[in-house]
């Protein structure tokens, strides 16, 4: 008597059902059988037809634990399922081109079943599409909003910025100067409106002692060039802006919300901002920013016009074309103007320097100007995603390869059965057009959180950050990724299933038809561009990577960044000019003697910081022809001690001290850069003298050299800079008394000390500054690390991206190569049981597995390395200190790619010499 | 005899009458569709389970190990409320199906 119970645990696979339910499930079965036999006794049979009978009662043990299995899912979809049903069924009643409807409706649902049924298979699809399409909707918004979008003021296209420059002074961009731009406000016909702008704070009275807001200061023909007014009261006249005049504030939008509750009442009411009260005369729309600047308050420059004199050119200039104006038509007039402005507002630059200087007003588009050359990072960065979607693209056509070949039996039964071509057709688009929106839908999932992250890291180099959004514009450009993606890998498995020899198909069982060989060179194909695609990226970041290194061996002209504390302190109380040096120097004193403090020094500005003033120079030694204006140097104001504190050794002679500030010593410090223009060497420097002014003359003697410092930031050449000291008299003979004291009353102080940065810290500076001026907030408190760090936003946001993208490029690629490698394994189990069947060593086998990995490693790595020298061409803008084709960064990516590429080759060549030549030789 | 199709739509509304009212086990349910349909129809194992295991998973039919005196244990199943109401809906289904394919296909007599 058979045991039945026993049969159907060996035949019956129940993989699919947990423990007590295989066991039930078994049960029932090996009952029916039992019963079978048993009947067909009782009827006469024999023992071996019985047993026959019973067996016949299941033909396919493997399709009836699928069935079954199936059986206990589709009860559940039921419903779902005959919802699609009634639909087609209530299309095809209509007949006609609807039946077309109901067809295309049919096989999503069997699509979205098959996709069901192979969820590993439709979660690697989705993932990589979604990798693909998220990133390059991501990137793509960030383009869009930043690069491509227009300002967001009406007829942003009529907007300029406004420049001059004196080449003949070695100057190529200049800024603007309050006498110019008067003239342009008065006598530019080309220009609608014309106006000055600046970043600048406001000191409110907080609960904790002042607090320092951020604010911008504008002429009164500023917002008529944004074409931006007010939503309540008014914007500023001219009278505003003229000293002695009431004085008045317009506050932002979220500053009217916050501080006043949004009441309209607040026109005409008094704040009170740096300890003088402002009436309030108007607030700006919602979500208005000048040029990107965030602002709390608008303050008016106040100024006397009659008294302007050309000079002082550090202001920022916008201006607004008139309708139907070019801005070459522009500037011709403005070039006629200059000459006007000379002789209007005499005392500063006179009508001959400016022809020296070859002075000329220069237009840029207003945009230009705020996007700056973000564009070069960014463009690199959208052709990185744009790679990773042809690897996503290239690892799913694989996959859908693989796919389709399992299927093979399945497309030729529905062939053979009459199935027209159409349907085929029809069949694998509606796959992949379905897998391309579903890993569509994913991708926007992705670039949502992505661009969230963003937004809250908030790169500080990338300008319009808050005009990046994901709106109509970027989702299109992701459905027509989904779409076109989806329709191109659609295309790969119908161009096999309309080749496909529909006998040998059906034959075989699917182990295989055609030119396997073919096929096997597509596969290896795809592997080999996703490793070069990978290889690409890998060089981009690897490029990045000794950017970033070599900017930080550069000397920056400081040391220890993280240790230097610097703030920007003012003294307001002090009555007499001639005192505020000595209160500096007392509180430097004071915060020399804070435990921990190992030097303190003053300047006007840090390296990298801003507002450095800048002037001609003029050489005892070698003087210039009569009339000739001398080069224009960078100025900065120090007190005693600034070098050492920032630690910028000092290269020939001696240090500036606070005797030398006390004595109004007539002295200054040059850079080292200057010293070996001008003499060659540093040491023959010091003792020259050098003069500033309109003219040569009124000289002072240079005590010493310091070394170069990298004032525009690590990635630029060094500037040119001249140290005073910070109280001169006779400065500026010919513009004031030679008895007239000029003294810094703001100064930028540097804390070198062990505890920067540690809490508690900041608390105790802020007490002695405040002791020393009160009523006056520390202004700009930040770290020389956290300056550099900003002067590296650039090149650490590009690193970054790129190094994601090559991360997300090598797993793709990885996963690619795998997949290759472990399916050709598959395919020959055969062979390779034959051969260690035949007396090969398990080691052959896995060498030969090894030996095809290696070569599409290595034609992978060639290829990229023939397309990283063409594309990392683009990238130069970016480096700094290492060459586009550097040698040591391909090599070190050819042989990590080759490493890991064997990695993956190592799993399927072990499985292949453990394949029992047995069951090789078995399976079919 | 008949197409997959036909009898895979109508296996259900089978199983479901023979339990009508009675206790019934797998072989015994395809025994009967073999033995009343005159041998016209038959369930083999494969095909009958799984459809008995998805009406079970939809609440129509609840099936309970049993253990009569003198005979092994078996799974029995019987029809549930929700079951009997399918099984009226199916039937109503067919009757309905078989008329409108009857005035279509048998000539009219005007």
Redesign the interface.
């Known amino acids: 008597m058979p045991d039945w119970k026993k049969m159907v645990e060996e035949n019956l696979p129940t993989g699919r059902f947990r423990g007590e339910l295989a066991a039930?499930?078994q049960?029932?079965?090996a009952?029916?059988?039992e019963?079978?036999y048993q009947?067909a006794l009782r009827l006469g049979a024999t023992e071996e037809e019985a047993v026959e009978r019973a067996l016949?009662?299941?033909?396919?043990w493997e399709?009836?634990a699928e069935?079954?299995a199936?059986?206990?899912r589709?009860?559940?979809e039921?419903w779902a399922a005959m919802e699609v049903e009634t639909s087609e069924v209530a299309l095809r009643r209509r007949g006609g081109p609807w039946n077309a409807a109901a067809d295309v409706l049919q096989e999503l649902r069997f699509t979205l079943r098959r996709l069901g049924k192979a969820p590993v298979f439709t979660a690697a699809v989705l993932l990589s599409l979604g990798l693909g399409i998220g990133a390059n909707t991501a990137i793509y918004s960030v383009v869009k909003g930043v690069l491509l979008d227009p300002l967001p003021y009406p007829d942003p296209d009529r907007l300029v910025a406004v420049w001059n420059s004196a080449p003949g002074a070695g100057q190529d961009l200049v800024r603007q100067s309050f006498a110019l731009n008067a003239v342009y406000e008065d006598d530019a016909r080309a220009f609608e409106s014309v106006g000055i702008w600046g970043p600048s704070f406001s000191t409110l009275d907080g609960p904790d002692g002042p607090e320092q807001v951020p604010a911008v200061q504008v002429t009164h023909g500023l917002f008529p060039v944004l074409g931006v007014q007010p939503v309540i009261g008014r914007g500023f006249t001219f009278e505003d802006t003229q000293t002695g005049s009431p004085r008045t504030v317009i506050l932002s939008w979220d500053t009217w919300t916050r501080r006043h509750g949004g009441d309209p009442a607040v026109i005409g009411r008094t704040v009170v901002l740096g300890e003088i009260p402002r009436e309030v005369i108007g607030v700006m729309p919602e979500g208005f920013r000048v040029m990107d600047q965030p602002a709390e308050y608008y303050h008016p420059f106040r100024y006397t016009k009659a008294e302007l004199t050309l000079t002082q050119f550090t202001l920022r200039s916008i201006a607004r074309l008139r309708e139907g104006v070019t801005p070459g038509q522009a500037l011709a007039e403005m070039e006629g103007l200059l000459p006007v402005a000379a002789e209007r507002y005499p005392g500063g630059v006179d009508l001959k320097t400016l022809r020296e200087m070859g002075a000329a007003p220069v237009l840029h588009p207003l945009k230009a100007d705020l996007v700056g050359n973000v564009g070069e990072v960014l463009w690199v960065v959208l052709a990185g995603v744009a790679i990773i979607l042809l690897i996503a693209c290239a690892n799913v056509a694989n996959l859908l390869l693989v796919q389709s070949e399992s299927h093979e039996r399945a497309v030729a039964i529905q062939s053979a059965l009459g199935s027209s071509r159409r349907r085929l057709v029809l069949r694998f688009l509606t796959e992949s057009v379905t897998l391309g929106g579903l890993g569509g839908a994913v991708g926007v999932g992705l670039a949502v959180g992505g661009l969230a992250l963003l937004r809250s890291l908030g790169p500080a180099d990338l300008p319009r950050l808050q005009d990046i959004d994901l709106d109509a514009g970027v989702l299109l450009l992701a459905v027509l990724l989904s779409l076109g993606s989806g329709l191109a890998l659609g295309l790969l498995p119908l161009a096999r299933a309309w080749r496909l020899d529909l006998c040998a198909a059906l034959k075989e069982g699917g182990q295989g038809t055609g030119t396997g060989r073919s096929r096997g060179m597509v596969r290896n194909a795809f592997a080999v561009v996703q490793l070069a695609l990978a290889m690409i990226l890998l060089v981009g970041s690897g490029l990045m990577i000794r950017t970033f290194v070599s900017l930080s061996q550069v000397s920056p002209g400081y040391s220890d960044p993280e240790r230097l504390l610097t703030f920007t302190a003012t003294d307001v109380t002090t009555q007499d000019d001639a005192d505020v040096p000595e209160a500096h120097r007392a509180l430097a004193e004071r915060l020399a003697r804070l435990p921990g403090v190992e030097a303190v020094g003053l300047t006007t500005t840090v390296p990298m910081g801003t507002g450095a003033g800048f002037d001609p120079i003029y050489v005892e030694d070698f003087p210039l022809p009569e009339g000739q204006q001398g080069p224009i140097k960078r100025f900065k104001w120090i007190g005693g001690g600034y070098h050492e504190a920032i630690g910028n050794p000092v290269v020939a002679g001696r240090a500036i001290t606070w005797d030398d500030v006390r004595e109004l010593a007539r002295v200054v410090m040059i850079t080292e850069g200057f010293a070996r223009e001008v003499w060659g060497d540093p040491a023959r420097a010091v003792g020259r003298r050098i003069s500033t002014g309109f003219g040569p003359g009124n000289w002072r003697e240079i005590v010493g050299v310091v070394g170069d410092v990298r004032d525009d930031g690590l990635d630029q050449d060094p500037v040119d800079i001249v140290y005073w000291p910070m109280a001169i008299r006779d400065y500026w003979p010919e513009i004031s008394d030679r008895d007239a004291l000029f003294v810094q009353r703001s100064m930028t102080y540097v804390v070198r000390s062990g505890r920067t940065g540690t809490p508690g810290f900041l608390e105790e500076v802020r007490r002695e500054v405040l002791a020393s001026f009160p009523g006056r907030p520390l202004v700009g408190v930040r770290t020389m690390a956290s300056l550099e760090r900003d002067s590296l936003a650039r090149t650490s946001f590009t690193l970054v991206m790129l190094a994601i993208a090559a991360a997300m490029a090598l797993v793709l690629g990885i996963v690619g190569i795998y997949g290759v490698i472990s399916y050709a394994v598959g395919r020959r189990t055969r062979e390779m049981g034959l051969r260690m069947a035949m007396g090969a060593e398990p080691g052959r086998v896995t060498r030969m597995v090894l030996r095809q990995g290696l070569c599409v490693a290595l034609v992978g790595v060639a290829s990229g390395m023939v397309g990283a020298l063409g594309a990392t061409r683009l990238m130069r803008a970016v480096l700094f200190g290492v060459s586009p084709a550097d040698p040591l960064t391909y090599g070190a990516t050819a042989t990590v790619i080759v490493g890991v590429a064997l990695l993956a080759t190592w799993v399927p060549a072990r499985r292949a010499a453990r394949v029992d030549p047995n069951e090789a030789l078995r399976a079919q | 005899m008949f197409s997959p199709t036909l009898k895979k739509g109508s296996a259900e509304l089978l199983i479901l009458s023979l339990l009508e009212g009675r206790e019934r086990h797998g072989y015994e349910v395809a025994k009967l569709i073999r033995e009343r349909s005159g041998g016209r129809l038959s369930f083999q194992a494969s095909s009958l389970y799984p459809v008995l295991f998805r009406m079970e998973k939809r609440g129509w039919i609840k099936g309970m190990w049993v253990e009569r005196d003198g005979e092994r244990r078996r799974r029995f199943y019987r029809l549930t409320d929700k079951g009997e109401a399918a099984l009226a809906r199916q039937r109503a289904t067919w009757r309905e199906f078989t008329l409108a394919v009857n005035l279509v296909v048998e000539p009219s007599h005007a």
Do not use: M, P, Y
């Not at chain 1, 016949?56 to 396919?60: C, P």
């Open positions: 039930d499930i049960a029932e079965i009952d029916h059988l019963d079978a009947e016949a009662e299941v033909d396919d399709a009836l069935r079954i199936r059986s206990r589709d009860a559940t039921g």
